[in-house]
T-cell receptor, first 117, second 112 residues
Framework: GAVVSQHPSRVICKSGTSVKIECRSLDFQATTMFWYRQFPKQSLMLMATSNEGSKATYEQGVEKDKFLINHASLTLSTLTVTSAHPEDSSFYIC?????????????FGDGTRLSIL | EDQVTQSPEALRLQEGESSSLNCSYTVSGLRGLFWYRQDPGKGPEFLFTLYSAGEEKEKERLKATLTKKESFLHITAPKPEDSATYLCAVQGPVGGYQKVTFGTGTKLQVIP
């Protein structure tokens, strides 16, 4: 149980292109989804938290207009990197969790390797 | 601000050689500490949640323990398939916000 699917797994595109990444919880309803960025040999850096049907909460320093997040249903969240540039190249990972009476762990997708040429 | 420090940064073990990974943390009111395993090019895979000091959890060759300041992940008689990066993370008090703070991980290599 608790499977999170992330698509695509890898994207290579030209500078200025917008890229959309999908994150789906396959066997549970995710009240909250998270988007992270991970650099080599560094920890997961939280970019934003999204709750179904409401606006995402962005971490300090993350541009809202650059990284558009939509959480339209309890099983799907999307991250759109708008007008991507080489400095946006990174490993992006989503996670999802249930909100319950006890603390619930986050379950992660397999990430998207974004390379901007 | 919550902080998580993991050591060592990298660990190389012979198959069957038991060892421990350390996760030191500072958080204002721990709700839970998580251990994850991450393989190269993949997302983290959930292993354990620990809620309070003195708690222990086991899964196959892995055993996680928790004190008020740190957590240990003990690996007994590891096998090459245990090679991965192990991440520790903490979650602070309830506040309508579920932010989890991650450490940078310990990269474990088990040599046959």
């Amino acid at each position: 149980g608790a499977v999170v699917s992330q698509h695509p797994s890898r994207v290579i595109c030209k500078s200025g292109t917008s890229v959309k990444i999908e994150c789906r919880s396959l066997d549970f309803q995710a009240t909250t989804m998270f988007w992270y960025r991970q650099f080599p040999k560094q920890s997961l850096m939280l970019m934003a938290t999204s709750n179904e049907g409401s606006k995402a909460t962005y971490e300090q320093g993350v541009e809202k207009d650059k990284f558009l997040i939509n959480h339209a249903s309890l099983t799907l969240s999307t991250l759109t990197v708008t007008s991507a540039h080489p400095e946006d190249s990174s490993f992006y990972i989503c996670s999802a969790s249930l909100l319950g009476p006890t603390l619930q762990p986050q379950h992660f997708g397999d990430g998207t390797r974004l390379s901007i040429l | 601000e919550d902080q998580v420090t993991q050591s060592p940064e990298a660990l190389r073990l012979q198959e069957g050689e038991s060892s421990s990974l350390n996760c030191s943390y500072t958080v204002s009111g721990l709700r839970g500490l998580f251990w994850y395993r991450q393989d190269p090019g993949k997302g983290p895979e959930f292993l354990f949640t620990l809620y309070s000091a003195g708690e222990e959890k086991e899964k196959e060759r892995l055993k996680a323990t928790l004190t008020k300041k740190e957590s240990f992940l003990h690996i007994t008689a590891p096998k090459p398939e245990d090679s991965a990066t192990y991440l520790c993370a903490v979650q602070g008090p309830v506040g309508g916000y579920q932010k989890v703070t991650f450490g940078t991980g310990t990269k474990l290599q088990v040599i046959p």
